[in-house]
DNA sequence: TAGATTGTTAATCGATTAACAATC
DNA sequence: TAGATTGTTAATCGATTAACAATC
């Protein structure tokens, strides 16, 4: 891999290439162009070579990308043909529906443990023997089911305080669901899953909207304004 | 309002300048300034100042920005000083947290009505009287409560489907939870909040994770993301 | 006046896109 | 060979950042 200085985005643009290719092998084609594959994640063909490019050459030229060896590869590059254990701190509402979703999510949302600090969620069981546990658990926990990936879920009073209890018990990676800046260390990867964010920018377009003015603006999160 | 052409990015990072100066208000300040506020949301000062200047001149040489001031500005900007009614699509997990949600989230999530194309579903209680509904009510529905702001958040093999009547029963934005590309016309404005390309980013992050390597990776979604 | 901070311009940086030689 | 498509370079585009005159 000569991933020397990948683009964020292009992380962000990974998962829709291998999404594609893994739905594709259900119905049949042997190879796909970049075009192809471009236009069927909304994404010019320049820029899905250029992304590809910069792990590695995984088509043939005049020919296109073997389905199967892409699926691998991009499997791969992402760290899906591994399994990441992961722990959830907080079961209110969200935090359910994450538990739940593992099993919507083609590539598995390992959620191995869940963590809250109300008595009164504590011991109830979320979904098949996956039970809430109380915070003094958690160093326990991430020990004995190496993990290495925690998810937030609490209210915004209390999440900073429950990130740095996660660096602390050496967990590398926050998937961050509570509506606010958490503060840790720069070696920790942090991803900010904010829906605030995503309503108040949504409802800045609709307040906007001018009925058949301007053009598209198809948004994937991050910018990718088009 | 001058913003002739505003980048994407820049509306994203607006709802994080309300939500700071949102919450600012019960501690006592006055003023803010750029480098305080950029501070806490995690953005050079020079670039507040810059995505707030697309949108006129709220600030006072030499002195900074008055708070209520600039909470007005922005809440008028990003539309939140009106009410958007939306209607949710899919009575599942996540359409049910989204629901329950609401409460949450200060500026308030306006879900008026939900549907769900399972019978199973249709008429039970979702919260504080709101029920399921059938997708045969929706033409009824959104015409009666003026509905433009539709979230989608049913399984990906009927998500294009919705898109397709949503649309053609008059919305004009669309928040889709579903993990795939949807077909809608340029005109609408789409917004995925895509949990699984969140989720394989997120595992890439962890997977490449090198202890104390590399600088800082706070990516917001979009980037986030970035 | 001296210190602070905005709004804006210009320079920098980095990502997207076009173009094309290499290859099947 | 003719047509197709990659991988990569170079040009373009757009966003970030530094710098500073204007202003309090």
């Known amino acids: ?59 043939r030229r005049g020919v296109g990308y073997e389905v199967d060896s892409l699926r691998y590869h991009l499997e791969k590059i992402l760290g899906l043909n591994k399994t990441w254990p992961m722990l959830l701190v907080g079961a209110g509402n969200l935090g359910r529906a ?4 593992r099993g919507f999510l083609e590539q598995g949302l390992e959620i191995r443990a869940v963590f809250d600090n109300d008595p009164g969620k504590t011991g109830s069981n979320i979904v098949d023997g996956l039970k809430v546990e109380p915070l003094e658990n958690l160093e326990k926990r991430i020990t004995e089911l190496s993990i290495k990936i925690g998810i937030i879920a609490v209210p ?51 307040a906007n ?18």
């Open 156 to 206: 915004v009073d209390s999440a900073q305080e429950v990130a740095v209890k996660l660096v602390e018990l050496g967990i590398n990676s926050i998937w961050n669901f509570a509506p606010t800046l958490l503060e840790v260390p720069s070696h920790i990867f942090l991803r900010n899953e904010d829906l605030s964010v995503g309503l108040m920018s949504l409802i800045y377009y609709s």
């Open 98 to 101: 994450l538990v739940n979703y």
């Open 209 to 226: 909207y001018e009925s058949g003015k301007e053009c598209s603006h198809h948004i994937e999160k991050n910018s990718e304004d088009k």
């Open 1 to 59: 891999m000569r991933n020397s200085k990948v683009p964020g985005v292009t992380i962000e643009r990974l998962p829709l290439y291998y999404r594609y290719v893994q739905r594709l092998d259900r119905y049949e084609t042997n190879v796909v162009s970049s075009s192809e594959l471009g236009k069927r994640v909304g994404i010019p063909a320049a820029q899905v070579r250029k992304d590809l490019s910069y792990f590695g050459e995984f088509g």
